[in-house]
């Protein structure tokens, strides 16, 4: 008994031992380290840490506001995310309880015949007997009738620590799927906010062709006036009606343009098209970013990026399969145990008299595989190493897309500013006209052309300004900036 004893609990203490690497945090980034600032950092943008939920605010928009919390609120994809969430989750509560034996309750009946067996002196019929006695009957007794019923549970000792290295990959695997969550997160409210800017900008481009074209069939009124009283050649009818039509082709765009966005946005917020035209139908200007962007700086980006947390995870969960692959190499221990009650007829399942126990240990040793086993582990570290490859590649990806985002804000903001210039001169030309043409000095057609023309360069200056705004967006997004994961503590358990 008491050697039995050792034998169970040496592998109990054997199995504390886990095989494989222990994940030791992200890798070096070598080359790619970024530095202590954005490279395409200018003025207008701030180190300041930039505040990560609710980015959309800064803009001051309401109407914008509440398409952001109908988005996050009913979005099929953030639905999706939450899914895939509660799916990881479950994966790790399963991976855990694996390292628990399994108990059930069994009932068992057994009737069978089986000629050329004497059931009772346990030797098969014509085998040798020392004397014949009164058990041995002619023939003897060739059937069995066997009825138990009771539990059974079994257990497998995780000897070499390859269910510990399950865990550990499920709950890395949990940790990425609520970041890759967040991401979506950050999609989406980017998205949001894009397609706003543009439904934004078409209504405002739209109205501004309207005036354009009705400024535009006023000159060719002139045009074809003059042309009737012999003032004016065919060529100018014909070129002012050409500008006609080219306007009339572009108010037309810039009104599909605006039915498309409106359609985006509703589908966006996970309601059906049409369901957002009240809400957006009064015009309203395309909202402004901030005088001052806050970004950080590179580190916290790799920090705060939920894409790149999701990678890192990734990794965490690829290097933890190794040792899962590593502990096939080290012998199985498990254990089966039966304790019911029965006999040889019903009666006995009631009468409770004896009680059956049985105990079954076993060992398993994979000893000759043909290298099955070191396929696995081979194929375990080249999942480690791709996944490092892509967490570098994310980060990368992510450093560029601040540094470009950066410097197309910077870039528009120059061309908001001359822009803004051409609009005052225009502005300007379109006052004095309307005076000189007030005093006879010239035509009614130069006062139109000149008003035509402020027109489109109050245009063109908000559809900078809308472009300007996008580049915000864009920082936003590159940032990693626009989710919130209100389990945020579970979500740091699951990753350590």
Request: net charge neutral; proline share 5%.
């Amino acid at each position: 008994m008491s050697r039995f004893r050792h034998f169970i609990l040496a592998p109990l203490l054997l199995g504390g031992c886990v095989v494989g690497p222990d994940y030791s945090g992200p890798p070096e980034l070598g080359r790619a380290t970024p530095g202590p600032t954005f490279v395409r950092q200018t003025a207008g943008v701030s180190s300041q840490e930039p505040t990560v939920a609710a980015w959309w605010t800064a803009l001051q928009d309401p109407v914008l506001d509440e398409l952001e919390r109908r988005a996050l609120a009913s979005n099929p994809s953030i639905e999706a995310a939450q899914a895939r969430i509660r799916q990881a989750r479950a994966s790790v509560r399963q991976e855990r309880a694996a390292l628990f034996p399994t108990a059930g309750a069994q009932a068992t009946a057994v009737i069978a015949d089986l000629p050329g067996l004497d059931l009772q002196s346990g030797r098969a019929n014509g085998a040798p007997s020392p004397a014949p006695g009164p058990s041995s009957e002619q023939g003897g007794d060739t059937s069995l009738e066997f009825y138990n019923f009771g539990l059974n549970a079994n257990w497998e000792i995780d000897l070499a620590g390859g269910q510990v290295r399950r865990i550990e990959a499920a709950n890395a695997l949990a940790a990425a799927a609520a970041y890759n969550a967040a991401d979506a997160q950050v999609q989406l409210t980017s998205q949001v906010a894009d397609a706003y800017t543009n439904l934004r900008d078409r209504q405002q481009r739209a109205a501004a062709l309207g005036r354009a074209l009705d400024l535009q069939r006023q000159q060719l009124e002139l045009a074809q006036q003059r042309f009737r009283q012999g003032t004016a050649p065919a060529l100018a009818v014909g070129q002012t009606n050409r500008a006609v039509q080219a306007t009339t082709n572009d108010l037309a765009v810039a009104e599909a343009e605006f039915t498309i966005y409106l359609n985006a946005l509703a589908v966006l917020a996970g309601e059906a098209p049409g369901s957002l035209d009240a809400l957006l139908a009064e015009p309203r200007d395309v909202p402004l970013p901030p005088q001052s962007v806050a970004i950080g700086d590179p580190a916290s980006l790799l920090r705060r990026r939920p894409d790149i947390r999701a990678a890192e995870r990734n990794l965490a969960a690829a290097t933890a399969r190794i040792g899962g692959a590593e502990a096939a190499r080290f012998p199985r221990i498990s254990f089966t145990g039966i304790l019911g009650i029965g006999g040889t007829s019903l009666a006995d399942l009631v009468a409770g008299g004896d009680i059956s126990k049985v105990a079954v240990p076993q060992l398993q040793w994979g000893v000759l595989d043909f290298g099955r086993t070191s396929a696995a582990v081979a194929q375990a570290r080249a999942g480690r190493d791709e996944a490092e490859a892509q967490y570098r590649q994310v980060v990368l990806s992510a450093l560029r897309d601040a540094e470009t985002a950066l410097a197309r804000f910077a870039q528009q903001r120059r061309t908001v500013a001359a822009l803004a210039e051409i609009k005052r001169s225009a502005d300007e030309s379109a006052v004095l006209m309307r005076q000189r043409h007030e005093h006879g000095v010239v035509s009614l057609g130069d006062s139109l052309e000149a008003e035509r023309q402020r027109v489109l360069a109050e245009a063109n200056l908000r559809s900078a300004v809308a472009a300007l705004t996008g580049s915000y967006v864009a920082i936003q997004k590159s940032l990693g900036l626009g989710w919130t994961y209100p389990a945020e503590t579970t979500s740091s358990r699951l990753s350590s």
